[in-house]
């Protein structure tokens, strides 16, 4: 039974991978679309008066928050990887 133990951290590590690349890749608008619209909630980017610097502000900061989420997706795929030579 330990023997075993591995493997099926193996195959859920790479389930777990495969699940967060499914999601990320099917539901890319839906998730650059809850970071903007949380950002739009922002106390500091509400309290910007110009419509261009609020805009261009939410913009760099969904870009920066979206690469976090990519990030996120790394670590899940080097396990698929890690399973694989298991």
């Known amino acids: 039974m330990i023997r075993k133990i ?3 951290l193996a195959i859920l590590s790479m389930s777990g991978g495969v699940f967060i690349a499914i999601l990320f890749g099917v539901n890319e608008d839906m998730f650059l679309a809850r970071i903007k619209a949380g950002l739009e909630r922002n106390v500091k980017i509400q309290q910007i008066v110009n419509a261009e610097e609020k805009s261009a502000k939410i913009q760099s900061e969904t870009d920066k928050n979206w ?8 670590p899940l795929q080097s396990s698929i990887e890690l399973g694989r030579l298991v």
Request: charged fraction near 20%.
């Open 67 to 74: 690469r976090y989420y990519q990030r996120y997706q790394v």
């Open 6 to 8: 591995p493997f099926a």
